[in-house]
């Protein structure tokens, strides 16, 4: 069955960094486009990227363009959230997220929190 486990969260100061990361298994990993989700308490899930099956193309919200940068190791099945010039408006639940065969699969999220 298809899993996402995503890891690497924590609290970081503002201007702070983090690497999150997403493990896929139970399917063809490097067959399918791979997102990043975000919710903030009291909020609805939003957007945050996208990278292409093969890496080639990735798009992100303007809320994060610039500061976060996502990728891939299809050898390792693993995708990755490079967040750098954290802010407090980006404390929320990381989610990873991929779609197959139709089907949305979530990872159980990483909490984030930026705070001083």
């Known amino acids: 069955q298809v899993q996402l486990v995503e890891s690497g969260g924590g609290l970081v100061q503002p201007g702070g960094s983090l690497r999150l990361s997403c493990a896929a298994s139970?399917?063809?990993?490097?067959?399918?486009?791979m997102n990043w989700y975000r919710q903030a308490p009291g909020l609805e899930r939003e957007w945050v990227a996208v990278i292409s099956s093969n890496g080639g193309i990735t798009n992100y919200a303007e809320s994060v363009k610039g500061r976060f940068t996502i990728s891939r190791d299809n050898a390792k099945n693993t995708v990755y959230l490079q967040m750098n010039s954290l802010k407090p408006e980006d404390t929320a639940v990381y989610y990873c997220n991929a779609i197959v065969l139709g089907a949305n699969y979530w990872g159980q999220g990483t909490q984030v929190t930026v705070s001083s």
């Open positions: 139970g399917f063809t990993f490097s067959s399918y486009f």
